[in-house]
């Protein structure tokens, strides 16, 4: 049974940092796509970092590129987004998400790739 926990959003200035956890169990360390994804009130869920955990293989969403980091540490179970030089439009739930085991592929960001979900974390970014 996939279990997904995210923490650590809160609520920072503009040009601050965040590093969200989420603590995963029952999915296959040596090949799982996993992903963050995040969603502001009134728009769609986007996904903004994912990672291939056979090969650490990263995708990130033009947007995140280069402030956005997603890591993972399979000795404690967690996979790990941190966030720099935030704006307040990063401003969302955002959500740690598992897909069946399997390569990310083009398909890495797309939440439709994804079948497995945590409950969220808000993160507010103000000016």
């Known amino acids: 049974q996939v279990q997904l926990v995210e923490s650590g959003g809160g609520s920072v200035q503009a040009g601050g940092s965040l590093r969200l956890s989420c603590e995963v169990s029952g999915i296959n360390w040596r090949g799982t796509c996993m992903g963050w994804f995040r969603q502001a009130p009134g728009k769609e869920r986007e996904g903004v970092a994912a990672i291939f955990t056979g090969d650490v293989t990263t995708y990130y969403a033009d947007s995140v590129k280069g402030r956005f980091t997603i890591s993972q540490d399979t000795a404690k179970n967690t996979l790990y987004l941190e966030m720099n030089i935030l704006k307040p439009e990063d401003s969302a739930m955002y959500y740690c998400?598992?897909?069946?085991?399997?390569?990310?592929?083009?398909?890495?960001?797309?939440?439709?790739?994804?079948?497995?979900w945590g409950q969220g974390t808000q993160v507010t970014v103000s000016s």
């Open positions: 998400a598992a897909a069946r085991t399997g390569g990310c592929g083009i398909l890495a960001l797309s939440k439709t790739m994804y079948r497995f």
